[in-house]
C-alpha cells in the first residue's frame, strides 16, 4: 500500500510520497536513523506536489485552519488533484495519507474520502521532511525559510492573542492576583510602621487600633512634642473623622512614656509611612476596578456571590470559560483540592466547601446546615456562570433572583419555610430581562418558556401512546374472544 504525507510548511503545503519503505523496516526506529542522511532518506522519500502560499494573510490563513483541524478549499483541490487518481478519475490502487493531526486527517477524510493515517512511523517521515524541506525545493533557501516562519510565528501568535476570547478574564486575574499580594504587603509594611513609631509613641496603638488610620497619623504627627497645644487639633480631626478621637490622642501624647526621637529617624518613618499610605490608597483603587471589571464581565455571578469570592472563583478555574464546564461539584470544593486528596488519600471525610466558604451565605447558615448551603449555593454558582460565559446580553437579573432562591433555602433550613421553584424564579428573571432589553429578548425567552413547552409537549406524546396501547388491547381482547366461542361449540 502506498504511503503519501502531508507537510504543512511556513511557506506552502507540500505532499510527499514514500518509496522504498520495505528496505529500511516499517519501524519508527528505522526511519528515524535513515533521516540524519539526506542521500538515505532521499531515496525513501520523494516529493509529489508544493502549492506556495499566495501571501501572508493567505499563511496565516491556512495555518489557523489547520491548526483548528478545517479543511480548506486550497487544501482540498492541492489534495485531490496530487493524489494518484485512474484514467477515469476514480481513486486509484490502495494508499493513505499520512498527517501529522488526527483530528485533521478525520476532516479530510469525511471530505474526500482518502483514508488517512497518523502514526509514530509518520511522525518521523515528517520531521525527517521539516529538515531537509529546503533540500527538496529547489528555489527555496534557507534563509528565505527561516524568514517565513519567523513572520507566519508573529502573525499566528498576534491572531491568538487578539482573538483569545479569555482576554478579558485575564484582567480579573491579574488584578485578584495582585489585590491579595496587596493585602498582604500592606498588613506587613503596616506593621512595621507601628513597631518602628512605637518607640516614639507607643499609646498610639491602643487608641488607634486601625492600621491605615495609624500610618496616616504617624506621618501628620510627626515629633509627639507638637501636640502639647492645640495646634493640630483641626488636622488630627480631619484624618479621624471626630474631634473626640482627636482630644484623646493629644492627652496620649501629653503623658506618653516613649522616648525622643532624632530628626533623621523621623524622616525614615514619615518616608516609610508615605509610601504604605499610597499602597493603600491604590490598594482602594483596585479593588474599585475589580468590582467595575467584574460587573461587566461576570453581573449574575457578582451579584450571586459577590466580587471578590467571584474572582477568585474565575482566578482558581483559569478563565470564566473553565468555571461556567465545571459542574457545580468542582465549583464547590474549587480551591481545597489539597485537602481533598488528603482526604482520598487517609480516607477520611471530604471537604465540604472551598473558596466559596468565603461567601456570606456560609457564615449566616449553622453549622450542621454549613455542607448543605454550600452544595446548593455551587449549583447557584455554577448556573450564573454560565449564564455570564454564554449569554449575549449584560444583566444581573439571573444572579439577583439565585441569590433570592438561596436566602429562601437558608430561611428553609432555619425555620422551615418552604423556597419557591427554579423554573419560577428563572421565568421572573426573563420577564425582568425583557423589559430592560425589549423585544431584543424575544429570542432568549425562548429556552425558559420552551422548558415547560417541551414538558407538555412530552406529556401529550406519553397520553397519546396510553390510549393507543389501551386500543391496541381492547383489539386483542375482541379478537380472542371468538376464538373462544368456537372452541366452546367444537
Same mark, same amino acid.
Given at each position: 500500500?502506498?504511503?503519501?504525507?502531508?507537510?504543512?510548511?511556513?511557506?506552502?503545503?507540500?505532499?510527499?510520497?514514500?518509496?522504498?519503505?520495505?528496505?529500511?523496516?516499517?519501524?519508527?526506529?528505522?526511519?528515524?536513523?535513515?533521516?540524519?542522511?539526506?542521500?538515505?532518506?532521499?531515496?525513501?522519500?520523494?516529493?509529489?506536489?508544493?502549492?506556495?502560499?499566495?501571501?501572508?494573510?493567505?499563511?496565516?490563513?491556512?495555518?489557523?485552519?489547520?491548526?483548528?483541524?478545517?479543511?480548506?478549499?486550497?487544501?482540498?483541490?492541492?489534495?485531490?488533484?496530487?493524489?494518484?487518481?485512474?484514467?477515469?478519475?476514480?481513486?486509484?490502487?490502495?494508499?493513505?495519507?499520512?498527517?501529522?493531526?488526527?483530528?485533521?486527517?478525520?476532516?479530510?477524510?469525511?471530505?474526500?474520502?482518502?483514508?488517512?493515517?497518523?502514526?509514530?512511523?509518520?511522525?518521523?517521515?515528517?520531521?525527517?521532511?521539516?529538515?531537509?524541506?529546503?533540500?527538496?525545493?529547489?528555489?527555496?533557501?534557507?534563509?528565505?525559510?527561516?524568514?517565513?516562519?519567523?513572520?507566519?510565528?508573529?502573525?499566528?501568535?498576534?491572531?491568538?492573542?487578539?482573538?483569545?476570547?479569555?482576554?478579558?478574564?485575564?484582567?480579573?486575574?491579574?488584578?485578584?492576583?495582585?489585590?491579595?499580594?496587596?493585602?498582604?504587603?500592606?498588613?506587613?509594611?503596616?506593621?512595621?510602621?507601628?513597631?518602628?513609631?512605637?518607640?516614639?509613641?507607643?499609646?498610639?496603638?491602643?487608641?488607634?487600633?486601625?492600621?491605615?488610620?495609624?500610618?496616616?497619623?504617624?506621618?501628620?504627627?510627626?515629633?509627639?512634642?507638637?501636640?502639647?497645644?492645640?495646634?493640630?487639633?483641626?488636622?488630627?480631626?480631619?484624618?479621624?473623622?471626630?474631634?473626640?478621637?482627636?482630644?484623646?490622642?493629644?492627652?496620649?501624647?501629653?503623658?506618653?512614656?516613649?522616648?525622643?526621637?532624632?530628626?533623621?529617624?523621623?524622616?525614615?518613618?514619615?518616608?516609610?509611612?508615605?509610601?504604605?499610605?499610597?499602597?493603600?490608597?491604590?490598594?482602594?483603587?483596585?479593588?474599585?476596578?475589580?468590582?467595575?471589571?467584574?460587573?461587566?464581565?461576570?453581573?449574575?455571578?457578582?451579584?450571586?456571590?459577590?466580587?471578590?469570592?467571584?474572582?477568585?472563583?474565575?482566578?482558581?478555574?483559569?478563565?470564566?470559560?473553565?468555571?461556567?464546564?465545571?459542574?457545580?461539584?468542582?465549583?464547590?470544593?474549587?480551591?481545597?483540592?489539597?485537602?481533598?486528596?488528603?482526604?482520598?488519600?487517609?480516607?477520611?471525610?471530604?471537604?465540604?466547601?472551598?473558596?466559596?466558604?468565603?461567601?456570606?451565605?456560609?457564615?449566616?447558615?449553622?453549622?450542621?446546615?454549613?455542607?448543605?448551603?454550600?452544595?446548593?449555593?455551587?449549583?447557584?454558582?455554577?448556573?450564573?456562570?454560565?449564564?455570564?460565559?454564554?449569554?449575549?446580553?449584560?444583566?444581573?437579573?439571573?444572579?439577583?433572583?439565585?441569590?433570592?432562591?438561596?436566602?429562601?433555602?437558608?430561611?428553609?433550613?432555619?425555620?422551615?419555610?418552604?423556597?419557591?421553584?427554579?423554573?419560577?424564579?428563572?421565568?421572573?428573571?426573563?420577564? %425582568?430581562?425583557?423589559?430592560?432589553?425589549?423585544?431584543? +429578548?424575544? &429570542? $432568549?425567552?425562548?429556552?425558559?418558556?420552551?422548558?415547560? @413547552? !417541551? *414538558?407538555?409537549?412530552?406529556?401529550?406524546?406519553?397520553? %397519546?401512546?396510553?390510549?393507543?396501547?389501551?386500543?391496541? +388491547?381492547? &383489539? $386483542?381482547?375482541?379478537?380472542?374472544?371468538?376464538?373462544? @366461542? !368456537? *372452541?366452546?361449540?367444537?
Amino acid at each position: 500500500m502506498a504511503l503519501f504525507v502531508l507537510f504543512e510548511s511556513a511557506s506552502g503545503f507540500a505532499l510527499f510520497e514514500v518509496k522504498e519503505l520495505d528496505e529500511i523496516g516499517n519501524s519508527a526506529d528505522k526511519v528515524q536513523e535513515s533521516v540524519s542522511n539526506m542521500e538515505r532518506f532521499g531515496k525513501v522519500v520523494k516529493l509529489t506536489a508544493f502549492k506556495p502560499f499566495s501571501s501572508a494573510a493567505n499563511a496565516l490563513e491556512q495555518i489557523n485552519a489547520v491548526s483548528e483541524a478545517q479543511l480548506t478549499d486550497d487544501l482540498k483541490s492541492f489534495l485531490t488533484m496530487n493524489l494518484p487518481k485512474t484514467k477515469d478519475g476514480k481513486k486509484a490502487k490502495k494508499f493513505q495519507l499520512g498527517v501529522f493531526e488526527a483530528k485533521l486527517g478525520s476532516a479530510i477524510q469525511e471530505a474526500t474520502g482518502v483514508p488517512c493515517v497518523c502514526s509514530e512511523l509518520v511522525g518521523e517521515v515528517l520531521r525527517g521532511c521539516r529538515a531537509h524541506f529546503t533540500r527538496f525545493i529547489g528555489d527555496l533557501k534557507e534563509p528565505d525559510l527561516r524568514r517565513a516562519q519567523l513572520g507566519l510565528a508573529h502573525s499566528y501568535s498576534r491572531a491568538k492573542v487578539k482573538f483569545n476570547v479569555n482576554k478579558v478574564d485575564n484582567m480579573i486575574i491579574q488584578a485578584i492576583a495582585l489585590l491579595d499580594t496587596l493585602d498582604r504587603d500592606v498588613n506587613t509594611f503596616v506593621m512595621r510602621v507601628r513597631e518602628w513609631y512605637s518607640w516614639h509613641f507607643p499609646e498610639l496603638v491602643k487608641v488607634v487600633p486601625d492600621n491605615y488610620l495609624y500610618a496616616r497619623l504617624a506621618l501628620a504627627i510627626k515629633d509627639k512634642s507638637s501636640l502639647i497645644d492645640d495646634s493640630k487639633l483641626g488636622e488630627l480631626t480631619e484624618v479621624l473623622g471626630e474631634e473626640a478621637k482627636a482630644r484623646e490622642v493629644i492627652d496620649a501624647a501629653r503623658a506618653s512614656m516613649g522616648q525622643d526621637i532624632s530628626p533623621i529617624d523621623l524622616i525614615n518613618i514619615q518616608t516609610f509611612a508615605g509610601r504604605v499610605i499610597s499602597l493603600a490608597e491604590y490598594r482602594h483603587k483596585l479593588h474599585a476596578y475589580l468590582l467595575e471589571k467584574m460587573h461587566t464581565i461576570a453581573p449574575n455571578l457578582s451579584a450571586l456571590i459577590g466580587e471578590v469570592v467571584g474572582a477568585r472563583l474565575i482566578s482558581h478555574a483559569g478563565s470564566l470559560t473553565n468555571l461556567a464546564k465545571y459542574p457545580a461539584s468542582t465549583v464547590q470544593i474549587l480551591g481545597a483540592e489539597k485537602a481533598l486528596f488528603r482526604a482520598l488519600k487517609t480516607k477520611g471525610n471530604t471537604p465540604k466547601y472551598g473558596l466559596i466558604f468565603h461567601s456570606s451565605f456560609i457564615g449566616r447558615a449553622k453549622q450542621r446546615n454549613k455542607g448543605r448551603i454550600s452544595r446548593y449555593l455551587a449549583n447557584k454558582c455554577s448556573i450564573a456562570s454560565r449564564i455570564d460565559a454564554f449569554m449575549d446580553a449584560s444583566t444581573s437579573a439571573f444572579g439577583e433572583k439565585l441569590k433570592e432562591q438561596v436566602e429562601e433555602r437558608l430561611r428553609f433550613y432555619e425555620d422551615g419555610v418552604a423556597p419557591g421553584k427554579n423554573i419560577t424564579a428563572m421565568q421572573a428573571a426573563m420577564a %425582568k430581562l425583557k423589559g430592560e432589553l425589549g423585544d431584543a +429578548g424575544d &429570542d $432568549e425567552g425562548m429556552e425558559v418558556d420552551g422548558g415547560s @413547552a !417541551k *414538558k407538555k409537549e412530552k406529556k401529550d406524546k406519553k397520553e %397519546k401512546k396510553d390510549k393507543k396501547d389501551k386500543k391496541r +388491547g381492547a &383489539d $386483542e381482547a375482541s379478537a380472542e374472544k371468538p376464538k373462544k @366461542a !368456537k *372452541k366452546a361449540k367444537a
